[in-house]
């Protein structure tokens, strides 16, 4: 494993762990009926990310930065396996980050600071969506694992398959 590789599967993991520890609230809201304690659960959850220190949200947004640096650096060999797969990772990635645009950022901005015309079903409303899309992204960043771990895959079988061909040729020659 090479550095682009690492920089792509290093924070896509990380971003999973957080996304995991998120998971604890999401599937409680999402799948397991809401209930008071649920929903304040959510909020006071949510707000404590919301007030993170500016330099934790600089990281996470680095990290994306990182992320998309390491699959373009990736992309840059311009092969087959680099198209199909880092091309897939690259698209997996920037749904992911639509959706934390369009639906956490919003989402999260509802829940914590509640303007005068929000009530309280638009922020319960604001913590399902904002569940939903971190399953979404879940599945996104998951998706680019895959991807990886089927591009790492596909060169270890093309190299075996070249070490086996070239071991029947040398052989064809010694005869």
């Not at 092969?79 to 997996?92: P, Q, R």
């Not at 015309?117 to 895959?146: F, K, P, T, W, Y």
Request: proline content about 2%; glycine content about 10%; hydrophobic content about 50%.
């Amino acid at each position: 494993m090479g550095f682009r590789q690492a920089a792509v599967l290093g924070p896509v993991c990380f971003f999973l762990g957080v996304l995991f520890m998120c998971l604890n609230i999401d599937h409680r809201v999402l799948w397991k009926g809401l209930t008071e304690e649920t929903i304040e659960d959510g909020f006071q959850f949510y707000a404590t990310f919301f007030n993170a220190p500016p330099a934790i949200k600089a990281l996470l947004h680095g990290l994306i930065g990182v992320v998309l640096l390491g699959l373009i650096a990736k992309l840059h060999d311009w092969d087959d396996s680099a198209m199909f797969f880092d091309g897939s990772s690259i698209a997996a990635v920037l749904f992911g980050f639509a959706v934390y645009m369009t639906v956490i950022i919003p989402g999260l901005k509802t829940i914590v600071l509640a303007v005068g015309d929000e009530n309280r079903s638009d922020r319960v409303q604001a913590l399902q969506l904002l569940s939903a899309g971190n399953i979404i992204i879940m599945g996104c960043l998951g998706l680019v694992l895959l991807l990886q771990a089927g591009q790492e895959y596909a060169r270890r079988s093309d190299a075996a398959e070249a070490a086996k061909e070239k071991s029947k040729l040398e052989t064809k020659k010694t005869q």
